[in-house]
């Protein structure tokens, strides 16, 4: 809402926002006009905003007729004023006052009210209406008053066993004995709607008995209503068709999203469920599809050919005929599916790149939540792009396989299982294909992606069979299978390399496959990688050259898996540190098993990884000095480890933030169309909320081939990734912002100008003149989001030493006689 100083009086500042207005104190040091829920313009009526420290003013009130009547009043275009000073109502002098000094109708609450969006100006004890020369009358407590405000209770009522409480958007029912609600809390959050009264439960995680809860809602007037559930186990299924069926009636439900964290409380595409008194339960609206999806109708979304159906249970993506029983399988708070295809119809590569680029958009609270489940059947080219050998003349149906249970959390309850001889609800069973792990399709965390376009064969995992599904809790991702290595194939796009020195054989198990490339879809990453026949057919013998990177006097850093003997001298090297870096690692694979490989090297290269991003020996300083020096660094074998390492990590693709303190670059460095290659390693943050001390510049880089190191090193205070040595980066853009945007609250803000890059794929060849392509377009415009998007966070200042470092060195520490000796195609080599 645009804003503008119009009146300054005492000390106080009266400042128009839109048709309303703030009134602050001159000094405040924040405006807490970006945090109201401001109400919808009306013609004639005005809402003022007293702010804390305004409203501590001794002179408010003396100063405040001569700053409403200077700001609104004088035009007379305002009939009526609503002031949201907290306890101005009670004050029926002052109130009655200044209406009629004003000669305006003046609102006033009688109390607090609840100022943040949703909250309909909910006051708890009421508005109060102030005519001139009238006496006061009450006015409602929400603002637009609903026509459903007047059937809801003014106070608490106990009805049995529960207790029946106003709150913003209805009532809130809840235990006797449990805490009343009060502002700040879940229940207070949940908007109002002013078409329908709601009914909220499971405020804390608690919720009474479903008999109890629906004998107090049938105790409330019959107008429209909708139940919202907070995460508790309300939300279960067998909780919402016993308080149907006790109620007697169908029951509208609304997934509002709620405060919290974890899989327990992801947003479901399901915005509102009817839960009917049989059982069964129907989508009636859906929240707004994924990006780079299309609405198709109140209930379905559409990406190119595919058509994905929001049912109770998840998604339904189809390309033909929509399978009824789908809609079968109810909703479930510990979880959602995506069901792929159609019973008995083929499922293609369109199908599988659609589930791929819906998962890849998604955050990871959702991702993590999903699990697949294959309704259709193959066809010989999905079958030939996941890696699967044609399909019999005759095939077997396999058996139904049920998704795991989600774990019990606190507030949580997994749904009970009925008593014998107790009534299931009817839409409990439903027959199942075989489920998927998510990671199969999308990175979720660790696994990189399975990625493709319609018709391209490329190397892939097997499909799980119904009776090799392992059954693995929701909150951690799917385990591969024994042999299949959790790395990506190299760098993005590229083919894995075979090793480079056969005297060094690396162990079976991690033999190197070779096969076709594997065309990308915009956003996802590189298959994982499989192991390859001991034999591969001759047609896939062609030598794969191996990504080795040189810029003149650095070390050449070749793109490969560590062979045995290099994790071996590594292991040496590395001593005590080792053992230390070791328990980081296996921290780690306890908590993602599909990080768990199949080789004993393994955890040498993450145990590299570790120390590179460690305080240690083998730290990244010490390591790129090496690298750009020549040398291998102080621990020997690390930089092979650190790269296979690396490899095994998921790909990141999203924006990654660097920052510097030394000053703008020159300007050659950021021409846009200029090539900068970093010889070391290059680390970012994924991180866009965060910043380092006395940054004057942000660099914002949209990867290709970063990897990142958040699941290897749990709970550190920045997630960064790790860029492969001898990146090479594009500049697209430099965006500087004007210095009246800075937050005048003296708060920490981000440097105004940011540098835009993008990472180039290994062997990407460049326009000479330095034109952006399309790539560089679309990068850019994801980049520009980022940027917007980062600019409008509250920052936190990270001054970890380390983390620090590698944040501002390499890249940014650019070099006059560096960039002086740029090449007419652009290309600087940065070092420090």
Known sequence: MNSSVHQQAGGLVAERRGPHLLIRRHDEAESPGSAIGWPAPAPGHAFVLVSAGAAGESSLVTLLPSLLHRTLVADGDISSVRIGLPGLGADSLVSQALADALGVEIFAPDGDFAGHPGAALYAAHGWLHFRPGSASAPAGRRHPVPHWEASMPAGPVAVGGAAIEPVPAGVLVR????????????AFAVPVDPGVARIVVGADGRVPEPAVVAAAVARLPRVPTQLVVLPSRARTHSWLY?????????????????????????????????????????????????????????????????????????????????????????????????????????????????????????????????????????????????????APPVAGVPAPVRRPESPTTPGHERPRSPAA?????????????????????????????????????????????????????????????????????????????????????????????????????????????????????????????????????????????????????FTTAAGEAYSEALATVNAALATWPSMRQAEAGAKADFVAVCLYLGRGAGNSAELDAAVRSGTGGELDGQVPCLVSGLRRLPIHRRAVLRQSRTGQPPESAVQPGAVLTEPGFLVGSTDLDVTVPDADLDVLIWPASARRTSELRIGQAVSEVVFFAGARFKALAVRTTDPAEDPADGSTATPRTAALFRELDPGEQVSATGELDEHDLAALAKLDQALDRRRRCTLRVVDEPEVLARMTTSLLEWREETASRASANHTITLAS
């Open 421 to 569: 001889g107790e009534e299931r609800p009817p839409a409990a069973e439903i027959a199942r294909g075989p489920v998927m792990p998510p990671s199969l399709l999308v990175s979720g965390p660790p696994v990189p992606t399975v990625s493709g376009a319609p018709g391209v064969p490329g190397p892939a995992p097997a499909l799980p069979q119904a009776d090799a599904i392992p059954s693995v809790p929701q909150d951690e991702p799917a385990e591969r299978g024994a042999g299949t290595p959790a790395s990506a194939a190299g760098v993005a796009g590229e083919r894995p390399p075979k090793p480079a020195r056969p005297a060094e054989p690396t162990p079976e198990t991690a033999a190197d496959p070779v096969g076709t490339e594997l065309a990308r879809t915009p956003g996802a990453e590189p298959i994982p990688e499989v192991p390859a026949l001991a034999e591969p057919p001759e047609a896939d013998a062609s030598p794969v050259a191996e990504r080795t990177i040189s810029t003149g006097r650095e070390l050449v850093v070749t793109d490969r898996p560590s062979t045995a003997a290099e994790q071996a001298r």
């Open 242 to 390: 016993e308080f149907a069926r006790v109620l007697a009636r169908d029951v509208v439900v609304a997934a509002v999203p709620a405060a919290g964290s974890g899989k327990a409380c992801f947003p479901p595409f399901a915005s509102l469920i009817r839960q009917r008194v049989d059982g069964s339960q129907e989508v009636l609206e859906a929240v707004s599809p994924p990006r780079g999806w299309e609405r198709r109708d109140r209930t379905g979304y559409r990406f190119r050919n595919v058509v994905a159906d929001v049912v109770p249970s998840g998604l339904a993506l189809r390309t033909g005929a929509a399978d009824p029983a789908v809609a079968r399988a109810p909703f479930d708070p510990g979880g959602w599916t995506v069901h792929l295809g159609t019973a008995g119809e083929p499922v293609g590569p369109e199908l599988l790149t659609a589930a791929e680029a819906l998962l890849g958009e998604l955050h990871p609270v959702v991702r993590d939540a999903a699990c697949l489940r294959l309704a259709g059947v193959l066809d010989d080219r999905a079958r030939e792009l996941l890696g699967e050998p044609p």
């Open 175 to 186: 235990g006797v004995d449990d805490r009343p609600a009060a502002p700040g809390d879940a």
